[in-house]
């Protein structure tokens, strides 16, 4: 027994190790994708390249979908998908990559509040205290800025509303699917709800920007078209698979600690691309870490379902 519970937490601790380097390396792909293309252009490419790899899983199963399912698909495909792709884009035309990571940590936070307002999902204490210190953990890295060396006020802008409002769609994503989809396997949550908008993301991208033209006509074009398709196949599609796994075998919580380990990849690709890392940051990152392990520590990593 006690082994099923040790293989059971090495899974959980290795698919959140996973997804942070994923993750953690979106920000950095968003970043040279923009030099060439629109946050729409992006946003909208990333969701049909990641739809579009995953069409043929997701089609075999729609008729086995209730009507209650494909309303709760197209939610999540829009809250836990379209949505974000847009808003990280817009931020990031005004945000450094770096900060823009540290932002997406607010993520556990949203679930939290969305999960107990609304779900009724208890939090415990070990999860209320690892995700203070993590949070403080957070401001910590925001306060100290990301690159400037006159600090975060010089820096941040109303554009972190954007990321910060993500972070909100993440919240009710990770709830929907670890409560409203008990019978459905990852795989088919992930594929059919980003079908679910692909179509919706084709429509802007084709018919309404001009994607098409400054990937044959502008410099760098197809190098920065490989950059969103690395985002949409690896960073969306593939990521969201290994991610809808670990919602539906921990708490959510649990799951969305993630993104308190996704600033440290984000700070690391910024320094990597010449974004100055402050003394402050380490004491941050620190905390960050301190965090996701007091509050995901043994119970909370159990389902409490």
């Keep these: 027994m006690g082994d099923i519970r040790n293989d059971h937490s090495l899974k959980s ?10 993750w953690g390396s979106s920000f ?39 009507q209650k399912q494909v309303i709760n698909l197209i939610i999540v495909g829009l809250v836990g998908s379209f949505i974000p792709s847009f808003l990280f884009a817009i931020a990031q035309t005004r945000l450094s990559s770096s900060l823009t990571g540290v932002l997406n940590a607010l993520t556990p936070l949203m679930v939290m509040l969305i999960g107990a307002f609304i779900f009724g999902f208890k939090i415990t204490g070990k999860n209320a205290i690892g995700l203070l210190i993590a949070f403080i953990g957070v401001g910590v890295l925001v306060i100290g800025g990301t690159g400037s060396p006159s600090g975060f006020l010089s820096g941040i802008n109303l554009y972190a509303l954007f990321v910060i409002l993500a972070t909100v769609c993440y919240g009710f994503n990770v709830n929907i699917i670890k409560f409203r989809f008990v019978e459905l ?31 044959v006509h502008k410099e760098g074009g197809w190098l920065a078209a490989g950059y969103i398709t690395l985002l949409g196949v690896i960073g969306t599609a593939a990521a969201l698979v ?17 993104t308190y380990l996704i600033p440290v990849v984000a700070i690391f690709w910024g320094v990597w691309d010449g974004e100055v890392l402050l003394p402050v940051h380490y004491l941050g990152i620190i905390a960050v870490i301190l965090g996701v392990w007091v509050g995901n520590k043994r119970n909370s990593i159990r389902n409490n379902k």
Excluded: C, D, H, Q
């Design 13 to 22: 601790w290795g698919l959140l190790i996973l997804l942070s380097l994923i």
């Design 185 to 215: 396997k990852p795989v088919a949550i992930t594929a059919i709800s980003l079908m679910m908008v692909l179509p919706l993301a084709s429509i802007y991208l084709f018919g309404f920007t001009e994607f098409s033209f400054k990937l």
């Design 242 to 258: 290994i991610f809808n796994a670990m919602v539906k075998l921990v708490t959510p919580v649990f799951a969305s600690s993630v």
């Design 28 to 66: 950095i792909l968003i970043k040279k994708a923009l030099v060439v293309y629109s946050p729409g252009e992006v946003g909208a490419f990333r969701i049909v390249t990641a739809g579009a790899v995953l069409l043929p899983l997701s089609m075999p199963r729609l008729k086995f979908l209730s």
